[in-house]
DNA sequence: GTAGAAGTTGACGCAACGTCAATGTCAAAC
DNA sequence: GTTTGACATTGACGTTGCGTCAACTTCTAC
């Protein structure tokens, strides 16, 4: 028994280029190919289609289907792999379900949607549940009703403040300046001055927010765009003036 | 004040070949390009940049994105839509960790993964809970008996028949035919004679099955997807073959 | 002056086919 | 014997969002 090409994918639920494709790519290839090029398959063939649309199907890739077929792979593990990809799949849309959520709160609520940028040049309400987990829900809310009441005109120059700094920072490490020098601890101040604006600055907090530029890329990159290394010297500088004036 | 490809890239936790990319595709253009080629980005770029991967996070695609930035689409309303993407998305996915799951076990009971299709193109064992509360305990071990006495090559010239059978369903709602036209009412008789191998047939069997066809999705799928309301079709008719003939 | 970093423009690659385009075959109808 | 229409073939591009060379030019710092 020997079908045409549309045959067999009809009666498998596909499609004629499909099978072709699966041709090219040595996944099933015909039983037969006429003198005329024409494809026929067999039993086996359909057999072999069915199980292949099977695991299709089941979400799994193609080559990793070929492993399968080619006895090279359990079928179990295959799946059990898959299944992980799946799961994470799942939890990553998941998040962005959430994320979409919150942000149609927020545009709904009447609020520009910009990329607002406090602390350091971020759209601050990323870095939210780093904030309340440090340093408390009312930190946070603090920072974010202070942000909120400027003007676009003063966000715009704060957030050049912080560009300024940094920049400064950045020549300062360039110049092979040390943290503890007068120059630096002069930038820190002014860096010092800049977060007072929207944050009570504690020792303990400024310390670790100097800790986090290091530690976290987002933040690190920020400084490092002035060159590599100007993040660790923002640090210790942050950490001596701390010791030296909070 | 104006950044290089790389210092914005870099700003914005992206890369410069995603810029240029967005360059080529119209969605953000340099600020000013240089006599010798380079980009250069302003302010408001980075603006603009830092809400397009807002959105990109968020899972939108970049023609959507446009859009909204154009303002030729309202933010929120694209959110929504969007939203409902991700569910479905989500949605597919669970259904599909669920298969796998179901299969897995399968194949770990030491049961061959092949597609094993009876009644309805389905493992008929997968049904038995249905059968045996609708038609008892006799019916099914009948079935399964005659089921098991055949031969594999007459299992699967079987299940072809269902196969085409629904595919000439398929076809006859893509015309339009209706329930009780005569070329729909062949198709049934065919259905009929198949089901008659396994069964006998009685007329509230078989109007009874016909409903299962639309109630359950694991049939209506199998209808279903020769065209969306084939399984309608083939109940309909159905009844109107049992009113007739059974 | 020269090295090395950073910039440029192509162009291919990926996953799994959908979708023409141009053309050849086959069975049935005239 | 020919025409017609359905079905077949082999390319080859399009899709999504960039990653990743490759080959070359430009800037920056010593």
Redesign the interface.
């Known amino acids: 028994m020997e079908w045409s090409i549309q045959d067999i994918a ?4 596909t499609t004629s280029r499909t099978l072709r494709h699966y041709g090219e790519i040595g996944l099933l290839a015909p039983s037969r190919v006429g003198s005329n090029g024409y494809r026929y398959y067999d ?1 086996d063939a359909l ?1 072999r289609l ?2 292949i649309l ?1 695991l299709r ?3 799994l890739g193609l080559p990793a289907i070929a492993e399968v077929l080619a006895g090279q792979r359990d ?2 593990a295959a ?2 792999t ?2 992980d990809l ?2 994470q ?2 939890q990553r ?2 998040r ?2 959430a ?3 919150t ?2 709160e927020k ?2 609520g009447g609020q520009q ?3 607002e ?1 406090v602390f350091d ?1 971020f ?1 601050h309400t990323q870095f939210k549940d780093e904030v309340v987990e440090r340093w408390g829900k009312d930190a946070y809310d603090k920072g974010d009703q202070w942000w909120g009441s400027l003007s676009d005109e003063d966000k ?1 120059a704060h957030q ?1 403040r912080q ?1 300024d700094i940094a920049a400064d920072f950045g020549r300062a490490h360039q110049a092979g300046l040390a943290p503890d020098s007068d120059v630096v601890q002069a930038i820190t101040q002014r860096l010092h001055e800049w977060i007072g604006a929207a944050a009570t600055v504690t020792k303990p907090y400024f310390v670790g927010l100097g800790e986090m530029y290091v530690a976290d890329p ?1 933040f690190t ?2 400084y490092d ?1 002035h060159g590599a290394g100007t993040a660790e010297l923002v640090r210790d500088a942050m950490k001596i003036y701390a010791e030296r004036n909070l």
């Open positions: 009809r009666s498998a639920g039993q057999v069915q199980r099977l199907e089941l979400g079928t179990a799946l059990r898959h299944l799946l799961e799949e799942r849309i998941t962005q379900i994320s979409v959520r942000t149609l545009t709904e949607l910009m990329a940028e040049g759209d715009r050049q560009l987002r990159q920020n765009r």
